[in-house]
């Protein structure tokens, strides 16, 4: 299974139209995946490579079109452009050495270095200097190079794999709950909404995750958990399931069991779980009429009974409140839409950046909209809170209880 992008390090390959972007893409690629032309403006949506990059590992490069394209198109171009950059965990930017700088260029670049971009300038067309103005610009980590030749190209991967211990990489979704020699075991549901042949994402990425802790797992649909958990002939340090089946997992278990979900494993490592409980109280003051958006960041084929489309809007009208309007997107709402909105449960994001999924909290946080992921809602309807989150300390002793308490909503 290859890395999803979204676990992959952004490279974000920007410039002017006819700086040599595409052509430094196909350098790098050693094979052409971008269209390289005289004429101005050939690159239109930014298009993605992925590869393997040494030390720094999976990593996808975007070739994006040039910052000082033009007309109604151009500007949406650009746009597109911004977006990718926005997300970029690297920058390379992109000029030519003998063209005086321009301001759109020195703006952007302004832009990238106060947005705490780790930035790389890579010279091209040079033939005897770089052009005065520009001169400043080897302060920065920069490369010159020469896209016919390919000198430079090596230079510039190596630049790359010098910033390994400078980007951020997101942590393994059982870092820092799992250890060498545990027995984990995973609660796997195999229905209709399954794809064929294979593990959803979360799965793959946790039970890799638990390897990689030189631990052992197991893995069991919920039909056969209780006989497994019988016949293993030792208590599981944790136990791993889909937040669908909580309700069947919890009445099988031992109530002393550790027990959590995916969907929570991965609100954790993509965002941070304090602010999905501290939202928890305001969903009780949800008020009829009040617009409910459900957030799934991923294109999977929905089918009956799908978790975003039907079971959760089922659960929120039976424990929450049943007199509101439910929405679901896979978009996020812009600065107009957001404010029609009185709270939010998000997906996992597991095919999205931490980048982005704490992006996405910010802004709604910053509007005062309560939030919860999937997998805290579920826990939540299901009486499985605070036992679904006791496996993180982190976070559990942090939390005031006395809500769920008084509501009754707790088997603590």
Do not use: W
């Not at 069991?220 to 669908?244: A, C, F, H």
């Not at 997992?249 to 991965?266: C, D, G, R, Y």
């Amino acid at each position: 299974m290859k890395t999803p992008t979204s676990e992959r390090l952004k490279i974000v390959v920007i410039g002017l139209r006819n700086s040599g972007k595409s052509f430094l893409i196909n350098n790098i690629a050693e094979k052409n995946v971008a269209i390289v032309s005289d004429l101005a403006g050939t690159t239109t949506d930014p298009v993605a490579h992925t590869m393997e990059l040494s030390d720094l590992g999976p990593v996808v490069f975007y070739d994006t079109a040039g910052l000082d394209d033009i007309g109604e198109i151009g500007k949406l171009r650009v746009e597109k452009s911004r977006e990718k950059l926005d997300l970029a965990d690297i920058v390379v930017f992109v000029t030519n050495s003998n063209k005086n700088i321009i301001e759109l260029e020195k703006n952007y670049i302004e832009y990238i270095l106060k947005n705490n971009k780790l930035l790389i300038i890579a010279f091209t067309f040079y033939q005897e200097e770089i052009a005065e103005d520009k001169k400043y610009l080897t302060s920065f980590p920069y490369v010159v190079v020469d896209n016919t030749s390919k000198k430079g190209i090596l230079e510039l991967k190596k630049k790359l794999i010098d910033f390994k211990d400078k980007v951020e990489q997101e942590a393994g979704p059982v870092e820092g709950i799992v250890f060498q020699n545990q027995l984990i075991l995973l609660v796997t549901p195999i229905d209709i909404s399954a794809p064929k042949r294979r593990l959803i994402l979360p799965q793959v990425e946790t039970l890799r995750d638990i390897l990689d802790k030189d631990a052992s797992a197991l893995v069991v649909k919920e039909t056969q958990l209780e006989k497994l958990y019988k016949s293993i002939g030792r208590e599981p340090d944790l136990v791993i399931t889909d937040s669908q089946v909580f309700h069947i997992v919890a009445k099988i278990l031992p109530q002393k069991q550790p027990l959590t979900s995916f969907s929570i494993l991965m609100a954790r490592k993509k965002g941070e779980l304090l602010p999905f409980l501290e939202s928890i109280p305001k969903f009780f003051q949800i008020k009829d009429g009040s617009h409910i958006l459900i957030l799934e960041l991923c294109n999977h084929h929905r089918q009956d009974g799908d978790i975003g489309t039907v079971k959760i809007p089922a659960l929120f009208r039976k424990f929450i409140n049943a007199n509101v309007k439910i929405s679901i997107t896979r978009e996020f709402p812009g600065s107009f839409e957001i404010k029609d909105i009185s709270a939010v449960i998000m997906c996992g994001g597991c095919m999205i950046t931490r980048k982005q999924y704490t992006q996405n909290m910010k802004i709604l946080m910053e509007h005062n909209i309560p939030i919860l992921n999937y997998g805290i809602f579920l826990a939540l309807v299901n009486n499985l809170l605070p036992r679904a989150i006791e496996v993180f300390p982190e976070i559990y002793e942090k939390f005031d209880y006395s809500f769920f308490k008084s509501c009754n909503l707790t088997n603590a």
